[in-house]
């Protein structure tokens, strides 16, 4: 199975192949673990997540689209979801209006949240962050690693939910400029 794309997995995974789902966990357990982890900063609470995303992955592989995005993406927006639940759990606030962004899969696989993900390096993150403005950075923070909705934000921050808005929106272009940047061979330490 290690020559097969996530893709076939995923198709073998809705035919009730249950070596695909091992298949998956091998490639991709490691960095959602660590995206759980992020989010959740406590390993039991990780582990269960990544455990029930797996399950989520199981049970809904046939609700993948390729046109939305890469298998990969669509497993880590997974793994993503059921950590922001298990923290909104923690924190006693029950699931209910999540914001459009983790709602749905992204359309297009050049998704900025997409980008981010996919480069869970913890440190490159960090250092991305700490590079743009305090404000945009604590904005992605809240509703990307901790999930409180963008109107949850403006209530917390007591600023307009266009604010919030437009802070996470640019924010999250800036992260892509300096992740690609990055990628690009651009060094870590240049302003």
């Known amino acids: 199975m290690e020559d097969l794309t996530d893709e076939v997995l995923l198709q073998l995974l809705c035919l009730g192949n249950e070596s695909a789902l091992g298949a998956l966990y091998d490639r991709h357990g490691k960095t959602a673990y660590s995206l759980a982890y992020r989010i959740l900063g406590d390993v039991h609470a990780a582990e269960d997540a990544v455990q029930e995303a797996f399950i989520n992955i199981w ?20 793994v993503h979801h059921r950590s922001i639940d298990i923290g909104r759990k923690r924190r006693g606030i029950m699931p209910r209006e999540l914001p459009l962004e983790l709602e749905r899969l992204p359309e297009n696989p050049s998704d900025t949240w997409s980008e981010v993900s996919n480069t869970l390096d913890r440190e490159l993150l ?21 999930g409180y909705t963008q109107r949850e934000i403006a209530e917390l921050k007591g600023i307009p939910l266009g604010t919030v808005k437009g802070r996470i929106r640019i ?11 990055l990628e690009l061979g651009g060094s870590r330490d240049e302003p």
């Open 59 to 78: 049970r809904r592989a046939g609700s993948f689209s390729a046109t939305r995005g890469t298998a990969r993406t669509w497993i880590m927006s997974v």
């Open 126 to 146: 960090k250092e991305c962050l700490e590079r743009i403005p305090d404000d945009q950075g604590e904005a992605i923070q809240l509703a990307y690693f901790e």
């Open 171 to 181: 924010g999250m272009e800036k992260l892509r400029s300096l992740l690609q940047e």
